[in-house]
């Protein structure tokens, strides 16, 4: 990159990366920031179900307009039958 006399690429390292549960636990440990590191890690899929249960991913829940309960209590009179 053509930045100001290279300092942000002269060297390697200067990311940052973790890997969280869905309950927003920490399960990795702190990469050092002046090295090349590859972060990875196994999860188990069962640990997403719970969080899914308490999370709107499609906002069904989150709209107004599907979430408004309501009643109307002025009388209705019948017009007729046809």
């Excluded at 307009?65 to 009643?71: E, F, M, T």
Aim: proline share 5%.
């Amino acid at each position: 990159m053509q930045t100001l006399s290279r300092q942000l690429c002269n060297k390697p390292g200067g990311g940052c990366c973790a890997v969280y549960k869905p309950d927003g636990r920490k399960l990795s440990k702190d990469l050092p920031g002046d090295k090349e590191s590859m972060l990875y890690a196994d999860l188990d899929m069962v640990w997403i179900m719970e969080p899914k249960r308490f999370l709107d991913t499609c906002e069904h829940y989150s709209r107004l307009n599907l979430r408004w309960l309501g009643s109307d209590h002025e009388e209705k009179w019948n017009m007729g039958s046809f």
